[in-house]
């Protein structure tokens, strides 16, 4: 794709699953990473998988000193930061009236809350800088209802309506969207579903399958990039058509 080559990316959330397959799509492409992500494990992992990766970065997205800080030494490392992936994310499979506040309290910090941090810390970079891509990471479950993640579905619906709002006062120097996924097999994914439940949504999604975090990436990749320029303000939505039929998918 046009215009990746050199290009300096930070990914949140991009030791694993969307955010690891995001980061790899990038240096094929020719870009610099550097990952954000508290899980240290995971950094460990991708530091393994991935050599090229300019650098790994410790923070919680949901504690503002951390990600300032974090963001700081992206940009000394790096130069600067060109586009940012606003990809970390939580969930927890649970019945409404079975949600705990601390458990609320937790998933807004993570999804929305941390997604405002990030995006402002880079906004602000960006801004002073004269260019810059936000992309994040919405889901269909901003879009629409899915039962056992009333507190997921509302950050994400949130990420949508910030991701618009953004685009509408960071231009022209910054271009912001969002990728609403579907169904993707990943790590989080298979934490949460059986064999059967995943076979079960399988069936209802006309491709008959999740996506590939892979096809996730690409996606990102392509918003990033210069065939992407006059591309702004809009959710991006990649489902294997689960969302396009309504009920008559489900």
């Known amino acids: 794709m046009r215009g990746l080559s050199g290009k300096r990316i930070l ?5 694993s699953g969307i955010g690891a397959a995001t980061a790899a799509r990038f240096l094929e492409e020719g870009a610099r990473v550097a990952i954000l992500d508290r899980d240290s494990a995971a950094r460990d992992r991708i530091a393994l998988e991935l050599p090229a990766i300019s650098v790994l970065l410790a923070a ?3 504690d503002l000193a951390s990600v300032r800080t974090a ?4 940009v000394h490392r790096m130069g600067g930061v060109d586009v940012l ?12 009236l079975d949600i705990t506040p601390e458990e ?14 990030v995006a402002q810390t880079a906004a602000a970079h960006m801004m002073q800088r004269g260019s810059g891509v936000i992309l994040n990471t919405a889901s269909t479950n901003g879009v629409m209802g899915y ?6 579905n509302a950050t994400k619906a949130g990420v949508i309506e910030l991701t618009r709002s953004m685009a509408l006062e960071l231009a022209p120097k910054v271009r912001v969207n969002a990728v609403a996924p579907g169904y993707v097999l990943t790590p989080m994914q298979r934490a949460e579903y059986t064999d059967a439940m995943l076979e079960e949504v399988n069936g209802k999604i006309p491709l008959r399958r ?4 892979e096809e996730i990436a690409a996606l990102f990749c392509f ?12 959710v991006y939505t990649i489902d294997g058509a689960e969302t396009a039929g309504g009920l008559a998918s489900r």
Request: net charge negative; glycine share 8%.
């Open 11 to 15: 990914i949140t959330g991009g030791a």
């Open 223 to 234: 918003l990033a990039s210069d065939d992407a320029a006059f591309i702004s303000g809009h």
């Open 60 to 62: 919680d997205v949901s």
């Open 147 to 152: 039962p056992f993640y009333a507190d997921y």
């Open 104 to 117: 609320w309290h937790k998933v807004m910090a993570v999804n929305l809350t941390g997604v405002f941090y």
């Open 210 to 213: 999740h996506a590939k975090p």
């Open 71 to 74: 963001f700081a030494e992206a």
């Open 85 to 96: 992936i606003n990809n970390a994310g939580i969930s927890i499979r649970h019945a409404f």
